[in-house]
């Protein structure tokens, strides 16, 4: 499940249009979901389907990324309802098990979800942290699922990822902790990965677009 959002300037990368323009920082989001979804489309065994908000945006998510994508409307007032109501309904679609991604981590790759897939045994869940302490990655066995873990929750805090881990534990469901990566919410957030060149986690399109947002 790999959440997006229509790039609409002013709606998406509003922390990064601080210090270049919500233009800019839209078109930025726009390369990059189009070149992260073209990576993703390559984890073996399992069917990619798009998550989009708003609610509204099907027929203009259709033109953006094409009608052989699978596209569902995320559904809910916070992001935790949405979270939780995508997994209620990949599971009810029979999926055994699921994987949910934000659009907003320049380090993911096919091996790191095929990874997370892997560790999702029967009875169990996973979760990737991320550098601000939120998480980018998250999955559940369908016998694991537990709504609550996104319930009641503060969102967009550096103490996520922990809270929700905490939850796990008391929960007593078994969880596998993946590789901690970073996130590109900031105009400092990309220039530390444009400083890496093509060592660092930004690739093609994207890598050069940073440069050109960032002069360097």
């Known amino acids: 499940m790999f959440f997006v959002k229509y790039p609409e300037p002013g709606e998406v990368k509003t922390r990064l249009a601080e ?5 800019d920082a839209a078109e930025f989001y726009r390369v990059f979901v189009e070149e992260k979804l073209a990576e993703l489309k390559d984890v073996p065994d399992s069917k990619l389907m798009i998550f989009y908000a708003p609610e509204t945006a099907g027929r203009q998510m259709a033109d953006w ?22 997994f209620r309904e990949v599971f009810f679609m029979g999926h055994e098990r ?21 560790s999702l045994e029967s009875g169990k869940a996973c979760i990737g942290p991320a550098e601000d302490g939120g998480y980018y990655l998250i999955g559940f066995h369908r016998h694991a699922f537990a709504p609550q873990i996104f319930q009641d929750m503060e969102w967009s805090t550096d103490e996520v990822c922990q809270r929700t881990i905490s939850r796990f534990a008391n929960m007593d469901v078994d969880f596998t902790e993946l590789d901690r990566l970073d996130d590109m919410d900031t105009f400092e957030d990309v220039e530390t990965m444009v400083a890496l060149g093509s ?16 002069g360097m």
């Open 19 to 23: 210090d270049t323009t919500p233009e």
């Open 65 to 86: 990324l094409g009608t052989d994508q699978r596209f569902i409307a995320q559904k809910g007032v916070d992001l935790g309802r949405r979270m939780e109501n995508a």
């Open 98 to 118: 699921a994987v949910l991604v934000g659009s907003d981590i320049p380090g993911l790759t096919p091996g790191g979800v095929s990874t997370a897939f892997a």
């Open 199 to 214: 060592a660092g986690p930004l690739k093609g399109k994207t890598l050069e677009l940073a440069k050109m947002l960032t």
